[in-house]
T-cell receptor, first 111, second 115 residues
Framework: GQQLNQSPQSMFIQEGEDVSMNCTSS?????WLWYKQDPGEGPVLLIA?????ELTSNGRLTAQFGITRKDSFLNISASIPSDVGIYFC???????????FGTGTRLKVLA | DTAVSQTPKYLVTQMGNDKSIKCEQN?????MYWYKQDSKKFLKIMFS???????INETVPNRFSPKSPDKAHLNLHINSLELGDSAVYFC??????????????FGPGTRLTVT
């Protein structure tokens, strides 16, 4: 089935550093979502994007809907230990009523 | 109040048994989903219901049968469980408008272990 390319797959960063991750697709998407999943929990919605070029922030998190509608980016500024987890992008392909998910970015923060 | 809830949280059962997972959302959404998350954490959509009508069935074995008694509830029944069914199953819900989907919220998951 269709899958989003999400990168990086995993990353170790120092506390206080900024983090960037992205998702790309070969098809156009109507909506992009970004989630964080902690162990043993369900994914928690961080940011939703609805328009090409849209830039939205949620605290230290900022996400952008790519202008081509085929990609999205998530930035985390000044990372802290509780940022550890798996981050997923999800996109709604145009003409469908579903979201498909990226393969996840595993974030590990070194204190 | 929990927006999307699932029961049970954990389910351990033997091969060949039949089991059910229940999901409820109190967000007033019109669309609900079942996802399967495997050991590598890939999230894959299984089914979707919109206003009690099945709209997505992603080549899931027919041992899996979803049912939506109303907009707020979506259940998943699994017959003749196999080892490969072991995974975490998530329920989710969203609101649709024309051809767009809005925020999608997940339940806490049901960890199914088949022995």
């Amino acid at each position: 089935g269709q899958q989003l390319n999400q990168s990086p797959q995993s990353m170790f960063i120092q506390e206080g550093e900024d983090v960037s991750m992205n998702c790309t697709s070969s098809s156009i998407f109507n909506t992009w979502l970004w989630y964080k999943q902690d162990p043993g929990e369900g994914p928690v919605l961080l940011i939703a994007l609805y328009k090409a070029g849209e830039l939205t922030s949620n605290g230290r998190l900022t996400a952008q809907f790519g202008i081509t509608r085929k990609d999205s980016f998530l930035n985390i500024s000044a990372s802290i230990p509780s940022d550890v987890g798996i981050y997923f992008c999800a996109g709604q392909p145009s003409g469908t009523y579903k979201y498909i998910f990226g393969t996840g970015t595993r974030l590990k923060v070194l204190a | 109040d929990t927006a999307v809830s699932q029961t049970p949280k954990y389910l351990v059962t033997q091969m060949g048994n039949d089991k059910s997972i229940k999901c409820e959302q109190n967000l007033g959404h019109d669309t609900m989903y079942w996802y399967k998350q495997d050991s590598k954490k890939f999230l894959k959509i299984m089914f979707s219901y919109n206003n009690k009508e099945l709209i997505i069935n992603e080549t899931v074995p027919n041992r899996f049968s979803p049912k939506s008694p109303d907009k707020a509830h979506l259940n998943l029944h699994i017959n003749s469980l196999e080892l490969g069914d072991s995974a975490v199953y998530f329920c989710a819900s969203t609101q649709t408008k024309s051809l767009s989907l809005y925020e999608q919220y997940f339940g806490p998951g049901t960890r199914l272990t088949v022995t």
